[in-house]
Structure formats: C-alpha cells, structure tokens
C-alpha cells in the first residue's frame, strides 16, 4: 500500500502486449465469442457440487492460477477470449455463477457473502493456491467480498469497476434512478428481463454524451449481448441488489490480500470514482486501463496484460 497517484498503474494496448499464443486468428462465425482464439484447446468442464449448488466450471492451460469472476449475466463463455490467452501460461477458471447459465439456482438470489462462499469453495475443489483473481463489474464485488471472508488461498484480487455505488459521489442517486426505471419497466410488462435489462442500460448513461446504453458493444462485439440476454433474469434479480451492500472501509483498508481496484477510461465516470474511493481506503490509487470499457470481455488483450502483471 501507500503509491502515490504518479504511481498508479496504467494499462493499454501500447504498453505492447501481444496474445502470447501459437495462433492468433480469432473466430468469425455468428455464433462464436469473436475474441476466441482459433485452435486453441477446449477446456475441461466440471460440475462442481459446492455449497449444495452445482457449479458449471471450465478449466484451461497449466501454470500460476488466474480465476475470473463475472457479473450475473456473463457466463464463462463470455470470458473465453481473455481465458484462452492467458492459459498460455496459466492455469485459468472460469465458471457460471449459482444463478447464471449452466450452474443451479438454489438458495438464489444470493448475497455476495455467499457468491463468495462459492468461489472460495470452487478455489478448494481444485486444490489451487495463490490464485490471482480478476472480478469484473458485480464480480468485482464478489472478488472483494472473496478477499475479506477467505483471503488465505490468494495472492492478488483485482476488483475491475466494482458496482459499489454507495462509496462514491452521485453514486446512490444513480443506483436510486436506475432501480427506478427497471421497476417501472417491470411494472408494464412483468417477467421481460431483456427489456429491464435494457432500461437499466439506458438510464445508467443518461446524463453522459454519446452513449446510449452501458451495454452498447463496440462494432464487432454484438455476440456478447446476444449472450448475455440469456441471462438477463440473473443480472436484475441476482447482481441489481449486490449494488445496495456495504463493506467495512477498515477491513478493506487492513485485508492481507493484494488488492487491487481498477476502472477503464472508456467506462461511465462512476465507476471511475468507485475505484479511486475504494483504493483510497488502502492509501493506494487505483490501475487505469486505457480505452477499456465497463464491459471488461470486450477487450481480452488489456484485460490479459493487466492480469498478467499481478500473476
């Protein structure tokens, strides 16, 4: 702890990562993750039974442990792109959290505490150790979540763009309207959870120029929206309610683990905040990725290079 805001990490395409890997084509069909790389191995699934849950998980590669940890809506195969490149050289798992896709829904909708849980006993199923952890948006919450209850199997945590609304400025305001609008969509039209789903998008950028939804994919990505729209009902009722919880800021500031927070330039401003908040407990700044947006699978090449560099 203690850098200094000169000392901040930043992250971009030009501090000249390549995809470390014998091919580097990456799919064209509309059906696959554009970023998955063409001839890259398959992973070896599981359905672990943890927490009287059974967990849809996929392991890739060999080497120091990486685990991602999605949103409710993001399933292991909207991670493809960012595991494959870094099982190069790592050990990487990925999962579709109780709730999401492939894995059951019992005792769900779940706090973090209990996502939690599930990590760290999926972390223990395996029989890994000083595993680097990268949670992303509502992940991020339950990564942070992951490093307080259960930090002894980590060696790094990096909390990208956590939702925690209630440490920033503005930030219960937004959380307050977005609550709002998904609850009067649901109101009109009850169980649409694409179109809640869509509400929530375009009212977390209203205030911001240029941008007419959080979800928006950049040219060429729009297989990721096809994607997550399966799990739709898991972000609203499952991730939405993560956004109220609180953390103690001592625990955050004295947690043994390396932690990190970390936001991308192209993301809302929010989230921005959030992280400086939050690596402010630690007397730390936060990792700046440049040109990455909220929706961290949209860039697997930042996103392995910054993993990396904490493995």
Same mark, same amino acid.
């Given at each position: 702890?203690?850098?200094?805001?000169?000392?901040?990490?930043?992250?971009?395409?030009?501090?000249?990562?390549r995809p470390?890997?014998?091919?580097v084509?990456?799919?064209?069909?509309?059906?696959?993750?554009?970023?998955?790389?063409?001839?890259?191995?398959?992973?070896?699934?599981?359905? +672990?039974?943890?927490?009287?849950?059974?967990?849809?998980?996929?392991?890739?590669?060999?080497?120091?442990?990486v685990?991602?940890?999605?949103?409710?809506?993001?399933?292991?195969?909207?991670?493809?792109?960012?595991?494959e490149?870094?099982?190069?050289?790592?050990t990487?798992?990925?999962?579709d959290?109780?709730?999401?896709?492939?894995?059951?829904?019992a005792?769900w909708?779940?706090?973090?505490?209990?996502?939690?849980?599930?990590?760290?006993? +999926?972390?223990?199923?395996?029989?890994?150790? =000083?595993?680097?952890?990268?949670?992303?948006?509502?992940?991020g919450?339950?990564?942070?979540?992951?490093?307080?209850?259960?930090?002894?199997?980590?060696?790094?945590?990096?909390?990208?763009?956590?939702?925690?609304f209630?440490?920033?400025?503005?930030?219960k305001?937004?959380?307050?309207?977005?609550?709002?609008?998904?609850? =009067?969509?649901?109101?009109?039209?009850?169980?649409?959870?694409?179109?809640?789903?869509?509400? +929530?998008?375009?009212?977390?950028?209203?205030?911001? =120029?240029?941008?007419?939804?959080?979800?928006?994919?950049?040219?060429?990505?729009?297989?990721?929206?096809?994607?997550?729209?399966?799990? $739709?009902?898991?972000?609203?009722?499952g991730?939405?309610?993560?956004?109220?919880?609180?953390?103690?800021p001592?625990?955050?500031?004295?947690?043994?683990?390396? +932690?990190?927070?970390?936001?991308?330039?192209?993301?809302?401003?929010?989230?921005?905040?959030?992280?400086?908040?939050? $690596?402010?407990?630690? =007397?730390e700044?936060?990792?700046v990725?440049?040109?990455?947006?909220?929706?961290?699978?949209?860039?697997?090449?930042?996103?392995?290079?910054y993993?990396? $560099?904490?493995?």
């Open positions: 702890m203690g850098d200094s805001a000169e000392d901040q990490l930043i992250f971009g395409i030009e501090c000249g990562f470390r890997h014998s091919v084509e990456v799919a064209t069909s509309f059906d696959m993750n554009p970023d998955m790389l063409v001839g890259a191995a398959e992973p070896t699934t599981k359905r +672990l039974e943890i927490e009287g849950v059974r967990i849809y998980t996929e392991v890739r590669g060999s080497g120091d442990p685990l991602l940890i999605g949103a409710a809506d993001e399933d292991a195969e909207m991670y493809r792109g960012i595991a490149r870094l099982a190069v050289f790592h990487v798992v990925t999962y959290r109780r709730g999401t896709g492939r894995s059951d829904r005792n909708p779940s706090d973090s505490a209990r996502h939690a849980d599930d990590a760290a006993a +999926l972390i223990t199923s395996l029989n890994l150790s =000083d595993v680097v952890v990268l949670g992303a948006s509502a992940g919450i339950v990564a942070l979540r992951l490093a307080l209850l259960h930090p002894k199997p980590l060696k790094a945590v990096l909390s990208f763009e956590p939702g925690i209630g440490v920033a400025g503005g930030g305001a937004l959380r307050r309207r977005v609550e709002g609008a998904v609850n =009067d969509h649901l109101k009109l039209k009850p169980g649409d959870w694409q179109g809640a789903t869509d509400a +929530l998008g375009r009212e977390a950028v209203s205030s911001v =120029d240029d941008l007419t939804s959080l979800f928006t994919p950049p040219p060429g990505k729009e297989w990721f929206v096809r994607q997550a729209a399966a799990n $739709a009902e898991s972000l609203i009722r991730d939405l309610p993560l956004t109220k919880e609180s953390f103690d001592t625990s955050v500031a004295d947690c043994p683990v390396n +932690l990190r927070f970390s936001y991308g330039t192209a993301s809302l401003p929010i989230f921005g905040a959030v992280a400086k908040s939050l $690596a402010a407990l630690r =007397d700044s936060p990792d990725l440049e040109g990455v947006s909220h929706s961290i699978f949209y860039h697997p090449n930042q996103a392995t290079e993993i990396s $560099a904490w493995t």
